[in-house]
């Protein structure tokens, strides 16, 4: 708890308490501050309780004299001193202010309850809540006077006594004698800071004990523990006779003092004598003489420790601090004995704290630390519990007899006494509650009620009175809350005010109905006030009166009706005023920008008031005539914003926007010719070769089209061939290079001058090192032109490796560059990539075939497509599987009719090899092989090790893996001459690092030419002059093998080549027929719904179905175009009978309940009867919709041939042949089935090449 008072201040009230109250006590009031009402059964006299409550108050106020004045004290300043304690954290003193002004009558209710609310929250040592006074409540509170000016005068008189009995005493042991039984009577402090000034009785007693020469009288001490100092008396003569008089009074009662300190003066004289050996500085020998000549205990304690903290080897301070320590502890063993604990800790703590002790005087200090600790912890003496009942029983102040109460019931809960005094002080509040609350001074009594309920212990009886009591008084107060709050409104004279106190008292008392008519009859007044506002022209005043009426938590139906009726009415008065002051602003304004802004506001915030319009229209015109102004005064640039503002704006006129559009244009275009004039100029009158060359592309990249910077760039070029020709012939081949390249890298320029260009650096690079050339190549940033330069570097540098490895890898980046622009459409710039590969080095590289290639399908406007392949290998030779197929009895036509197809016709669509010769392909680089890492592996029937084990191979032995299932390999490996199969795990086989599962074949994909006339010649050569070898006619197919100037080389078959022209072809880009049959069908194709949908186009009920496809191929791992291209075909677009749904009532010749089915792919649709058996199937399958069709169809193609859990046909030619399995699960016994479906598949490969989808084949390779 913080102390408030100041040192000085704290004494003087200690000492003078006594004397104070007895001057006072005649004046105090005869009317007790808590009288207790007549009916109580021990009477107690009016007066005392009055000196009691004014003793207690005298008390707290005389601190604070500087707060009093001198006239009289009155209520508000007792209130300010309260708050300002409570603020301070003095809970105590503010806590008994509080309970003392609850008890003037001549508060109000609201600040009695502000003063018990805090006095409660002081009594919780709790921060007060805050509270405003009115100015009426300051008036009325300083008109009440608590002291009269003679009580404040007789204070302040007996505060400057106080001032004056501190001051030093005349050298007179009279003086001394009269200060000391005068102090005796002073309360003591617990305070080390204040031990020796608080009473001077203390300081002599201790001067005499130590029988010191000279005595100091005390005044405070600025030290370390800030302990009073004495003051010395002059005259040696009286003090040694004041020595000589107590100290023969402290030898009958002081206790001994350590043998250290008690050794004759001769020792001392001795030790002394040698100590000064040891230092001889004037400083050490001030400080000692000071400690051990000193008379105050304190001083002789710390310049002891002052000498030897600053000369610690200086032998005298030992003694000092020795001879101080016992002075210390015999002092603090006289405070202890006079049960000043506190203070004597302090001195015992104090002698611990020593840099240098003694081990004797160490253990006596610790021994009485020990000693005083101990004797706090015992329990108070009975006497003290008599002190507290007998103070609450006799007491004559209500509030002390509680408290006291309460505070015995604390401290000894084991003395039943304090039990019946709490019933008897609980009796005598709530009789005192009962008569405030007859005086109506219900808060205070509130406060009582509430004081009693919190006691610690109460009988049952009493507490049901207390809370009976409470819940009367609180309802009591809360009802004269209510009828307060009722008149405020109903009685104001302001209309606010009646407003707001309606609405307070119906959100605190919901329920209570006088506040639904208070707030009515606000409400009338405010609506009323709100009319009379409007009728004054003041509609935003009458706006908020209407708005603040209708945010009312309840209000009647006729007066929400007539504030909404009113809001509306004064809202569209605003609004309607406002835009007549826009537009008006506007229109008038004499500022073209302020014109055309205010009417932009005024659009935005109206856009459906024609007026607006209007004054856009009016400021347009104005901004138009203003920058045709500026235009007129050559400032283009100043005028275009005009215009553009005009042109955006969010209303015009089609004939100002068409003005607007015109004018900017046309002031663009002046701008744009000023420009262009500038940089011409500023090319071809340069006297600088760099600068015209530079202005020059400049003009040509800003202004592409613009003729004259063609003109620029020939005169700049030509000024920088010629620079350059200056300096090859000054020999300086070098620096010329780079005005070459200038020329060659320029965005336009003629073929004469970069020929011209060109040829130079290629001449001037012969004169160099291949070393010097392969840097110019490594440095050039055009590909084209480091391209050209390495080409002709490989003629004059064929010994330079690094020049002919440049054009290999180079090749590579430059077709894959080229096929990157190709598939963006970007068909020039890929040409030009093409024939670099087709006129270059081709000795360097492999390219020149696929660029001559696509640079026939960029000619045209086609993309390239890829593709790759992987093998499928199987243990049977293809002799094996021809022998099975055979026992089936495989069928061609012949004359128009089914019969057994021979040996030699079934083979030949049996083998892959038939089918695969227009590509390259190397099966063994395919061929998965791997070799045993385990130095004995089984070989089981299966793909586990449930199953039997038929065989073991050993570490090392190389196999030829033909299948794979759930990490177990399919092997192929030989004994003994003879082909072997088998399941082996996959952990003890290292695959042979020489594996390749995909390839990519750019050769799949070849141009096209499709003749468009009826009869075309043949030529030997590209060109009429060439002979004719040979015809060909419309509709014809070949494939094109190369271009040259508008003429291609054509493939006609059986090694026969020719030309034709180019004008009587069309070109496309397609597979090879005979690989269709390898194509793969399982997996998604990668195209969108959006794309899917286009190829569906208009096909019936197929028609928007792509998302459906779509799921299909996800669900079940098929080929989403495969699956739309296979409904297409077997539904006739979406329009056949099984597309558009047949009803079924009978199957297997059983009737059912009807239902429209639908089958998509024609399943179960057998040649005798399709519909009934495809429409019979589809209602067993549930297909009742044309989704449910797709769906299942779907399901059905991929479990039993795409993804057969066994025979996994996803092929066309496995659906046909089953290579895993020949002879078994097959779809057609037609030998040419799988090749003559191929056509089925052209919308696949039309839409792949279509969006450059992947298309994967698997070709299979049977053992050798």
Not at 971 to 984: A, E
Request: glycine residues 4%; aromatic residues 10%; charged residues 25%.
């Amino acid at each position: 708890m913080k102390h408030y008072r100041s040192m000085n201040v704290r004494v003087k009230s200690l000492i003078y308490s006594s004397a104070i109250l007895a001057a006072l006590a005649p004046a105090m009031e005869a009317e007790a501050q808590e009288a207790e009402t007549p009916d109580v059964t021990e009477q107690i006299e009016q007066a005392p309780i009055v000196k009691e409550n004014r003793d207690e108050l005298l008390e707290i106020l005389s601190p604070h004299i500087e707060q009093i004045g001198s006239e009289d004290l009155s209520l508000y300043t007792v209130i300010e001193i309260t708050q300002t304690l409570h603020i301070n954290e003095d809970y105590t003193e503010a806590q008994a202010l509080y309970r003392i002004l609850g008890t003037y009558p001549e508060l109000d209710d609201t600040v009695k309850a502000y003063l018990h609310k805090n006095g409660q929250l002081a009594l919780n040592e709790t921060s007060p809540e805050e509270f405003t006074l009115t100015e009426e409540q300051i008036i009325e509170l300083r008109s009440v006077s608590v002291l009269t000016e003679s009580d404040v005068d007789q204070i302040v008189m007996m505060e400057e006594n106080t001032q004056n009995s501190t001051e030093p005493v005349e050298e007179s042991s009279e003086n001394l004698s009269e200060l000391s039984e005068h102090v005796s009577e002073a309360p003591e402090e617990d305070q080390l800071a204040e031990t020796e000034e608080a009473a001077s009785e203390d300081l002599e007693s201790e001067v005499v004990e130590e029988t010191e020469p000279y005595i100091k009288l005390s005044e405070t001490e600025e030290s370390a523990d800030s302990e009073a100092e004495d003051t010395l008396i002059s005259t040696q003569e009286e003090t040694e006779e004041v020595s000589a008089e107590i100290t023969e009074e402290v030898e009958k009662t002081a206790e001994p003092v350590t043998e250290a300190v008690a050794e004759p003066e001769e020792k001392a004289s001795k030790e002394q004598a040698t100590f000064m050996t040891t230092s001889s500085t004037s400083d050490a020998d001030a400080l000692y003489n000071t400690s051990i000549e000193s008379s105050s205990v304190t001083e002789a304690w710390y310049t002891a420790i002052e000498g030897y903290t600053k000369y610690p080897n200086d032998k005298r301070f030992e003694y000092a601090i020795e001879k101080a320590a016992g002075r210390s502890l015999n002092y603090a063993d006289s405070l202890a004995s006079r049960d000043k604990t506190d203070s004597a800790l302090a001195y015992y703590k104090r002698t611990l704290d020593s840099p240098w002790l003694t081990e004797a005087l160490t253990i006596r200090a610790t021994d009485s630390i020990t000693a005083v600790e101990e004797s706090l912890m015992k329990p108070s003496s009975s006497e003290k519990a008599d002190e507290l009942y007998n103070t609450s029983i006799n007491s004559g102040s209500v509030t002390e007899a509680w408290y006291t109460a309460v505070e015995g019931y604390n401290t000894y809960p084991d003395d039943n006494r304090f039990e019946y005094a709490i019933e008897k002080a609980a009796v005598r509040s709530l009789n005192y509650a009962d008569s405030l609350e007859e005086r109506n001074d219900l808060a205070s009594a509130l406060a009582y009620y509430d004081r009693t309920l919190d006691s610690p212990w109460l009988t049952t009886t009493l507490r049901n009175r207390a809370e009976t009591s409470k819940t009367r008084v609180s309802r009591a107060i809360e009802e004269t809350d209510k009828e307060a709050l009722y008149q405020a409104s109903v009685s104001s004279g302001s209309v606010s005010t009646a407003w707001y106190k309606a609405l307070e008292g119906y959100n605190k008392y919901p329920g209570d109905a006088r506040f639904k008519d208070a707030i009515e009859k606000a409400g009338v007044r405010s609506l009323n006030y709100a009319d009379s506002l409007e009728d004054k022209g003041n509609l935003d005043g009458a706006l908020a009166y209407y708005g603040r009426t209708l945010e009312s938590p309840w209000l009647t139906s006729a007066l929400k009706d007539r504030a909404e009726t009113s809001q509306a009415r004064v809202s569209q008065a605003i609004e309607e005023a406002e835009k007549e002051t826009l537009y008006q602003e506007s229109v008038g304004s004499g500022s073209v920008s302020t014109s055309w802004y205010t009417a932009l506001e005024g659009y935005n915030k109206y856009p459906n008031d024609a007026r607006f319009k209007d004054a856009i229209e009016k400021a347009a015109i104005r901004s138009l005539n203003y920058a045709d102004s500026l235009e007129a005064k050559g400032k283009a640039t100043n005028a275009i914003p005009y215009y553009a503002r005009t042109i955006d704006a969010p209303w015009m006129t089609d004939t100002l926007i068409k003005r607007a559009t015109d004018s900017k244009a046309r002031m663009l275009k002046v701008i744009e010719e000023e420009d262009k004039t500038a940089l011409y100029n500023a090319s071809v009158d340069s006297p600088y070769v760099s600068e015209a060359w530079n202005k020059a592309i400049e003009g040509y990249t800003k202004y592409p089209t613009d003729s004259r910077f063609q003109d620029a760039i020939r005169k700049a070029a030509v000024r920088n061939l010629n620079y350059a020709d200056s300096l090859e012939s000054k020999g300086k081949a070098s620096s010329s290079i780079q005005y070459y390249d200038k020329i060659l890298n320029a965005p336009w320029m003629p073929n004469d001058l970069y020929e011209r260009a060109f040829n130079s650096k290629e001449e001037m690079l012969k004169y160099l090192d291949s070393d010097y050339v392969y840097q110019e190549i490594l440095k050039e940033k055009n590909q084209i032109i480091a391209w050209e330069m390495a080409a002709k570097a490989t003629i004059d540098h064929p010994e330079d490796d690094r020049i002919s490895d440049y054009i290999t890898k180079q090749a590579e980046i430059i077709l894959a560059d080229a096929i990157a622009l190709h598939k963006d459409y970007q068909y020039d710039r890929a040409i030009q990539r093409y024939d670099l590969l087709i006129t270059g080095p081709s000795d360097l590289y492999d390219d020149e075939d696929i660029a001559e290639k696509y640079k026939i399908l960029a000619m045209n406007d086609l993309i390239p497509n890829h593709a790759s392949y992987q093998n499928s290998y199987y243990y049977e030779s293809l002799d094996e599987a021809l022998d099975e197929q055979m026992r089936r009895a495989p069928q061609t036509q012949s004359g128009g009719k089914w019969v057994n197809a021979s040996r030699a016709q079934t083979e030949y669509y049996l083998n892959p090899d038939n089918f695969i010769k227009s590509i390259d392909y190397d099966k063994e680089l395919a061929k998965v092989t791997g070799i045993v890492t385990a130095s004995a592996l089984n070989v089981r029937s299966g793909s586990g090790t449930s199953h039997s084990a038929i065989d073991m191979v050993y570490n090392g032995k190389e196999v030829t893996i033909i299948g794979e299932a759930n990490g177990w390999y399919e092997i192929m490996y030989v004994v003994s001459g003879q082909n072997r199969t088998g399941w082996v795990s996959g952990v003890y086989v290292q695959k042979d690092s020489k594996e390749s599962i995909k390839h990519d074949f750019n050769d799949a994909y070849n141009p096209v030419a499709r003749i468009i006339v009826g009869t075309l010649n043949v030529r030997q050569g590209p060109g009429t002059s060439h002979s004719i070898v040979t015809q060909v006619h419309s509709g014809q197919r070949y494939t094109i093998l190369k271009g040259s100037g508008g003429w291609y080389q054509l493939d006609l078959g059986n090694g026969q080549h020719g030309w034709v022209s180019g004008e009587y072809v069309t070109v496309s880009n397609t597979l090879d027929k005979d690989l269709l049959q390898f194509l793969k069908l399982s997996g998604s194709s990668g195209i969108d719904e959006t794309r899917l949908n286009e190829e569906i186009g208009n096909s019936g009920v197929l028609t928007g179905k792509g998302h459906i496809f779509l799921e299909a191929s996800q669900r079940y791992n098929i080929n989403e175009i495969y699956l739309l291209a296979h409904a297409k075909l077997e539904t006739g677009n979406g329009s056949s009978s099984l597309a558009k749904g047949i009803v079924v009532s009978e199957v297997d010749g059983k009737a059912v309940e009807p239902k429209k089915v639908y089958n998509m792919f024609g399943i179960a649709a057998f040649d005798s009867s399709p519909l009934k058996s495809g429409s019979e199937y589809a209602y067993k399958m549930g297909w009742d919709s044309v989704d449910k069709a797709i769906m299942g169809g779907a399901e059905w193609i991929s479990k039993q041939y795409v993804n057969h859990a066994t025979h996994k046909q996803d092929t066309l030619y496995k659906m046909r042949w089953n290579p895993l399995d020949p002879g078994a699960h097959q779809y057609a016994t037609d030998i040419g089935w799988a090749y003559k479906q191929t056509h089925t598949l052209n919308t696949l490969v039309e839409v792949s090449q279509r969006y450059d989808l992947h298309l994967n084949f698997d070709i299979p390779v049977y053992n050798q």
